[in-house]
Antibody
């Protein structure tokens, strides 16, 4: 069974950094790209970024709202995707979901349950 | 940046048909995907590429896309369909965009 489990969320002060991890199981990790999608409390979905497979260079894309502050990476030997978040601001407070791409560009077929990041002093 | 507009809410009686729209400039030229999110749960993909369904999604859920409007149609609505629904597209200039979401209420 395909599974994605996010971890690393918590309370962090403004301006600090945090790294989220998404551990995958139940499928061939290296064959898929991954999105990060976030949802602020009581709000809608917001795409954060995407990382492609190593076979096509492992390139990444980022939303304008996080570009230059957030970085996505992957470790195919451990089946983990990371979201490195720097210079965190209160507006980054959200549940962060890791998703597996399938069917078409940036389509999220499978989702993790999410991890909550709260940016507050 | 590209904007997707959804109604904040749609209400329908059980057994009736719900239609949730997603408006965008020339959205008919893009591939639209739809997600259902129930309270406290992660979203679930229900339609991709305008009208295709992942395995396990019932046939009474369908999608269409033309002109400036994409539509998610849920036939024979059940109480268990109550959820928030989001449309999504990929735009070359704006990257990935979600609509603001529509709350489906079953009366």
């Amino acid at each position: 069974e395909e599974q994605l489990v996010e971890s690393g969320g918590g309370l962090v002060q403004p301006g600090r950094s945090l790294r989220l991890a998404c551990t995958a199981s139940g499928f061939s990790f290296g064959d898929f790209g991954f999105n990060w999608v976030r949802q602020a409390p009581g709000r809608g979905l917001e795409w954060v970024g995407f990382i492609r497979t190593k076979s096509v260079g492992g390139t990444k894309e980022y939303a304008a709202s996080v570009r230059g502050r957030f970085t996505i990476s992957r470790d195919d030997s451990k089946n983990i995707v990371y979201l490195h978040m720097n210079s965190l601001q209160s507006r980054d407070t959200a549940v962060y979901y890791c998703t597996r791409e399938a069917y078409s560009n940036f389509v999220s077929e499978y989702w993790g349950r999410g991890t909550l990041v709260t940016v507050s002093s | 940046s590209y904007v997707l507009t959804q109604p904040a809410s749609v209400s329908v009686a059980p057994g009736q048909t719900a239609r949730i729209t997603c408006g965008g400039i020339n959205i008919g030229s893009k591939s639209v995907h739809w997600y259902q999110q129930k309270p406290g749960q992660a979203p679930v993909l229900v339609v991709y590429d305008d009208r295709d369904r992942p395995s396990g999604i019932p046939e009474r859920i369908s999608g269409s896309n033309s002109g400036n409007t994409a539509t998610l149609t849920i036939s024979r609505v059940e109480a268990g369909d109550e959820a928030d629904f989001y449309c999504q597209v990929w735009d070359n200039d704006s990257d990935v965009v979600f609509g603001g979401g529509t709350k489906l209420t079953v009366l």
